[in-house]
């Protein structure tokens, strides 16, 4: 166990230089103090970069910078300061969201004390507003279902439901290097990374509001929000150990296939290698007519 091992914040801004200040303040008011700190912007249309400039200077903070002139996408930009980062761990924060003065310290006290097992720590957290103002938020970790008893969360749980805010975990840097970059092909790279760390190791979980997350309300486009949908039921499809999705799968899929409605690639191909997939729909998928395969579908069910 090391005493004080370096901690890397990776800040990473995308049009978010009204929360920068806020963001950064709260970095630097932790009552840890190892801390390598990288800021990234994505090429913003606003002032982001001139923001984060502004701040470190200010406060003269050390910090390295990832400002790109093109758009690359989150997953370019994290798989970048990935490389950059020199600490036994990582947090990655959005610079519209902050932490609570002790977020690092507790996160850190909490990995260093569990075997070797654990890689990744999350904790409850403020859901706020535009103002930081607090608001509702679905997500409740009174759901003792998530967790096991020894506190870490269950092996299956994010297989079924993403319940991690990503302001709120702490990640072994070992731990992101041995489950690979990040995939600039899906928008839902943060759940991504937490199953691909939980097939590998544990997680585990801190019963405190260590961190703010605001919740926004955006203009998500349709083909956006849809393209999320996908890549949701993609990755339980991926990750799904027990079968644990299969029903849901199928409706999803027979429902648009009974409207003749497009299935995304993404999802009709990973559904031909799901081990719980249903043959009759599998089969379908690849050689029949959705009115026939309606009819196959009235046999299997009666």
């Known amino acids: 166990m090391t005493e004080n091992p370096l901690v890397t914040v990776i800040v990473v801004s995308y049009n978010h230089s009204k929360y920068i200040k806020e963001n950064l303040d709260s970095i630097k008011n932790q009552i840890y103090d190892n ?12 002032n982001s970069v001139e923001v984060f400039q502004q701040w470190l200077q ?6 390295m910078t990832n400002f790109h002139r093109k758009n690359t ?10 490389t950059l980062a020199e600490g036994k761990y990582i947090k990655i924060i959005a610079a519209d969201d902050f932490l609570h003065p002790e977020s690092i310290a507790k996160c850190v006290h909490k990995l260093e004390n569990l075997s070797e097992d654990f890689a990744m720590v999350f904790t409850d957290f403020y859901a706020i507003d535009d103002s930081g103002i607090s608001v509702d938020f679905p997500l409740n970790y009174k759901n003792k279902h998530y967790f096991n008893q020894d506190g ?17 975990v702490l ?30 190791y544990k997680i585990s979980f801190i019963d405190e509001k260590l961190a703010y997350y605001r919740v926004i309300p955006t203009s998500i486009t349709g083909t956006r929000h849809d393209k999320m949908i ?5 990755l339980r499809m991926k990750y799904d150990k027990s079968g644990i999705n299969a029903n849901q799968i199928f409706d999803y899929i027979s429902s648009r ?46």
């Open 257 to 302: 296939y009974r409207k003749n409605k497009k299935i995304p690639d993404l999802i009709k191909n990973e559904y031909l290698k799901y081990p719980y997939r249903i043959k009759k729909l599998s089969f379908s998928l690849k050689y029949l007519h959705p009115y026939i395969y309606y009819l196959l579908l009235k046999i299997y069910r009666s």
């Open 73 to 82: 996408g989150l997953a370019t930009m994290l798989n970048e300061c990935v």
């Open 171 to 200: 990640i072994k840097k070992q731990a992101i290097v041995a489950t690979g970059e990040y995939d600039s092909a899906l928008l839902l790279e943060d759940h991504h990374r937490w199953l691909m760390i939980n097939e590998k």
């Open 58 to 63: 200010e406060n003269n903070y050390p910090a």
């Open 35 to 46: 801390i390598q700190l990288i800021v990234g912007d994505d090429a913003s249309k606003d």
């Open 230 to 234: 996908e890549e949701d039921l993609y």
């Open 152 to 168: 870490s969360l269950k092996s299956d749980q994010l297989v079924k439901y993403n319940c991690i805010i990503a302001p709120s």
